[in-house]
């Protein structure tokens, strides 16, 4: 049974003795005592500190003596996400609890007096120890104005031409990236997307021989089962080339050339005289920014149909965001979202489902129904990472080790936060109603839930 006590290895030299002791300090002002910790920590050297009466929630592993004063000098998230995909440390066990550390130590070093000592320690340990073959990081470079045309497009690129094969080793066999919808928790991953991209057709009352458009298609998931299921016609956009034409290559398989295209266009460029019965934004909303909020919704209101439905799914902040100078002035320091901005999605900007709908409705539309799925998104997230651990040779062949490690921890922090409640994912119906107030919905939700009823009925 390893001890709580950090242990020296008999074969230590000074030097390392000096780590390891400035190491021990450190990490006491960053974490408070030992036996507070639910996790375990392993310095390079092997020597171990975890609780005695429990098995760790996780174990933090230190690779370096630099380490540590990468990561905290100066204390920021951006910082402890750089040092992780460098491999600076590891974390063995739960990942998405690990990130939550953040939320503990934040405060915890914003106290002076403890900043100062840990300092001071971390001021002592080196910094030239990284391995020479750690390559380039592979963030985002940002030129243009934020959400034009072409900064938006390369946004896009950055974050979905890694290349389709990568994406497809931990998605669903159809390929859908946005959340998923677990009806009872169980559900495989290609069931919860199937179980999603129904729960949309429904909602959107689709019918056969409408014309759906599709804002942000991805691969085509959507546009295919509508076609398939519901029989409409439908039109799919994106900026990225490379989903395009991977779901250009689905369609053809699947025989729907002629009712389905994809074209790479942005929602801004379509034709003005373009009209759909239907139209759905699923996992694209996160990329609009508050800024082109009104343009977003404009463009929208101008392409449906008097009487159409608009189903809006994205993610948003789901909890009370701090304002004020005091409030943006620690959020600058902390650099918070600098990583996902950084290194995954550039330009990504989230608003709470209050504003999106407060700025649909100055446009015109009227909100119909609103569904939080903040619960089936940590769910989802929670079965990509598995996926992505377990094709992890594959991945690093593809895409790198430091590329795979960022996507990795993007993965089990967004967990986090559905978790805990920092963010969400709602799903926005919005109509825009016809000259005499008419809309394409009934008077009630049971249409919704008349399957699963009669699923329900037949099991029973």
Known sequence: MRSTQLLT????????????SLARAAIYEIFGPPQLRPFAI?????SYEGPVDRPPLFTLTIHRPGALRRMFMPPSALALAEAYVRGDFDVAGDLSRATGLTDQIRPLLSAPARLARLIMCLRQLPTDDLPDNLGEGG?????????????????IRHHYDLGNDFYALWLDRRMVYSCAYFPTGGESLDAAQEAKLDLICRKLRLRPGERLLDIGCGWGGLIRYAAEQYGVTAVGITLSRAQADLARQHLATAGLTTRCSVEICDYRDLPQSARFDKIASIGMFEHVGRAKLTAYFKAVYRHLRPGGLFLNHGIVLASPQAHGPLAWARAQLWQDDAF?????????????????????EEIGFEPRDMESLREHYQLTLEQWLRRLDERRDEAVALVGERTYRAWRLYLAASAWRFQSGRIGLAQILLARQSRSGQVDLPRTRADLYAEQLVERAVGA
């Not at 985002?140 to 946004?155: C, K, L």
């Not at 489902?353 to 700025?359: E, K, Q, W």
């Open 139 to 155: 963030g985002f470079r940002y030129r243009g104005r934020p959400h034009s045309r072409r900064r938006d497009r390369a946004a």
């Open 340 to 360: 996902i901005q950084r290194y995954i999605f550039p330009d990504g900007e989230l608003i709470s489902s209050g504003d999106a709908i407060s700025c649909a």
């Open 42 to 46: 392993e310095l390079w050297d092997g």
């Open 9 to 20: 290895t008999a074969s230590e030299d000074q030097p390392n003795a000096t780590h390891q």
